[in-house]
């Protein structure tokens, strides 16, 4: 049964490169490029460390097919491949896969940001988000990271919400010009009101463990970047996700256990702040 999570991965991956954003047209209304030109997106992606042992080890057991595909999807020699472990192959180009699906949705904004490696340190991102705001910008969030009860992960590093909360460089400059804070992190919905008390409009978070974050914010980014409220364009990309691995079950039954109700209780995402808040 290993080797089926394998698949489910992949076949999450090929549905993002291969979905043309024609389907999406169907579901938006308008292009706000104006308004997005005074708006920077900051994209904070750290998340290959904690694979589950069990997709670990398929991918090894069945490594000569899986190199073919990330070969093929990443843009890469296989060969560079052949010494490296699942942890390192998302480490090197999945995240930089990530960024560019969703600099790719989100591409009217003014300017975009990735911090992704070394640069996703929190200190890094403090000072990137420091930086920005006395630019005069308003600066919308996307938090791709592991998180756990009272913690998120960023480069090497567990940062407790309460040194958020407490942090006094973020205290200083508060109220930061945030828009949004979107976040793929689990347990987020403990993390919402640091945000708002920081100057966010809206934040959104998971109550508990989120299974909903390969599709889901790229989806988010063009249902907002095209003139959807917050609460739509979150709720959008969250059914989006939870639809495409809905079909997978069909064609592998009792293996997708993200959609069991437990699972999607948990990660259904938890609002605070503006959730009507859109693009003028």
Not at 84 to 99: H, P, Q, T
Not at 108 to 137: M, P
Not at 225 to 246: C, I, M, P, S
């Amino acid at each position: 049964m290993n080797w089926k999570f394998l698949l489910i991965i992949i076949i999450l991956i090929i549905i993002g490169c291969i979905l043309p954003l024609q389907i999406n047209r169907h579901s938006v209304e308008r292009k706000l490029d104006t308004s997005l030109e005074n708006r920077t997106l900051l994209i904070v992606i750290e998340n290959n460390f904690m694979i589950l042992p069990e997709i670990e080890k398929s991918y090894e057991d069945h490594k000569n097919l899986a190199d073919a595909f990330f070969s093929y999807i990443f843009k890469v020699n296989k060969k560079e491949l052949n010494n490296k472990s699942l942890v390192e192959i998302f480490d090197i180009y999945g995240e930089d896969y990530l960024a560019d699906r969703f600099k790719d949705a989100a591409k009217n904004y003014g300017e975009i940001i990735v911090l992704t490696d070394k640069e996703a340190s929190y200190d890094n991102f403090k000072k990137v988000l420091i930086d920005l705001n006395n630019n005069g910008k308003t600066i919308d969030i996307l938090f791709d990271l592991h998180g756990k009860t009272g913690g998120i992960y960023f480069y090497n590093q567990e940062i407790s919400k309460d040194s958020i909360s407490y942090d006094n460089d973020l205290r200083l400059n508060q109220p930061l010009n945030i828009g949004y804070v979107y976040q793929t992190i689990c347990y987020g919905e403990e993390n919402m009101e640091i945000w708002l008390e920081l100057g966010a409009q809206v934040v959104s978070g998971s109550k508990e463990i989120n299974n909903f974050v390969i599709l889901a914010p790229e989806k988010f980014l063009y249902l907002w970047t095209h003139g959807k409220t917050y609460y739509d364009a979150v709720n959008g990309g969250f059914d989006f996700e939870v639809l495409v691995l809905r079909i997978i079950d069909k064609i592998f039954p009792n293996i997708m256990l993200s959609t069991t109700e437990d699972s999607l209780e948990s990660s259904r995402m938890i609002f605070i702040g503006e959730k009507n808040y859109r693009l003028e």
